[in-house]
């Protein structure tokens, strides 16, 4: 009995996965399909594969712009973000300030505002500025963003380690910057690295602030699938297809190699020690 209970949930669990695995493979096959093939009814699961739609794609002169402002947007504003995260989170879980609980609460609640919301004022607010279309800007802005829910993470893993390192950093002689960047910091490596990747996975797909306090220089690649969907012949699916595969490599990378640092990042430090 034990083993068909195994098996039901086994092959259920495969079922799930594969159901949200196909139109990723879907994507990624039609990468190497011509547009007769990809558009072919029924589909073609046996085919000549063909190189032609990457070689057009590497032929746009804005790609490498693209894939370079995707790759400078994110690092950036992630890189910013969990330095300040982590530096709040400290002061939140060692000095504990009055209201910190509140605190807590408002910055969470920041980073849930839908996008929409607060696109306009932005929008007016980079205009009056002049800070539309500036990599440095929309890189503060996506800061801004993954700042809250990095603190929560962060503070997390920081609560989870004795206090009793700082005092003993701070009786040799070390100062705060010694006890925070060089004891503390080595502690939660595992919760820099999942706020460091959840950041990422966000900036990297963002699309909404790019396109409106963005502009013709800072446009990453979603902006780029979203302008390019339609050609004179309708759809482009060629050129998504390939663009969306080369768009994957990135996050799936990641994702691969630190998912372990995910799965305790999703749980705040709760089981830092299995790490």
């Not at 195994?6 to 799930?16: S, V």
């Not at 609640?109 to 500036?134: E, N």
Request: aromatic fraction near 18%; proline fraction near 5%.
């Amino acid at each position: 009995m034990t083993r068909v209970k195994n098996g039901l949930y086994y092959g259920g669990l495969w079922a799930i996965s594969l159901i949200f695995f196909a139109p990723i493979a879907w994507i990624v096959l039609a990468s190497f399909k011509t547009r007769s093939d990809i558009l072919a009814i029924p589909p073609k699961l046996i085919f000549t594969p063909t190189l032609e739609n990457y070689l057009d794609l590497f032929n746009r002169q804005s790609l490498f712009l693209q894939i370079g402002n995707s790759i400078l947007l994110s690092l950036g504003a992630v890189i910013i973000a969990v330095l300040v995260s982590f530096l709040a989170a400290f002061c939140f879980s060692r000095f504990k300030p009055k209201g910190t609980d509140f605190l807590m609460f408002l910055l969470l609640s920041i980073r849930m505002l839908p996008g929409p919301a607060v696109i306009l004022p932005v929008f007016l607010m980079y205009v009056a500025f002049g800070w539309k279309d500036s990599h440095l800007w929309l890189m503060l802005f996506y800061a801004m963003f993954s700042i809250p829910f990095s603190v929560w993470i962060l503070k997390g893993f920081l609560d989870g380690v004795s206090t009793r390192f700082d005092e003993t950093g701070i009786v040799n002689g070390g100062s705060w910057f010694h006890v925070i960047f060089k004891v503390v910091l080595p502690q939660v490596r595992p919760g820099l690295i999942a706020a460091f990747i959840f950041n990422l996975i966000f900036v990297w797909n963002e699309f909404l602030f790019n396109f409106i306090i963005g502009g013709v220089t800072t446009q990453n690649i979603p902006y780029a699938l979203a302008v390019g969907t339609y050609s004179d012949g309708g759809v482009n699916w060629t050129f998504i297809s390939a663009m969306t595969t080369i768009y994957l490599l990135v996050p799936v990378t990641f994702i691969y190699i630190f998912q372990k640092y995910l799965l305790v990042g999703m749980t705040f430090g709760t089981v830092r020690g299995e790490v």
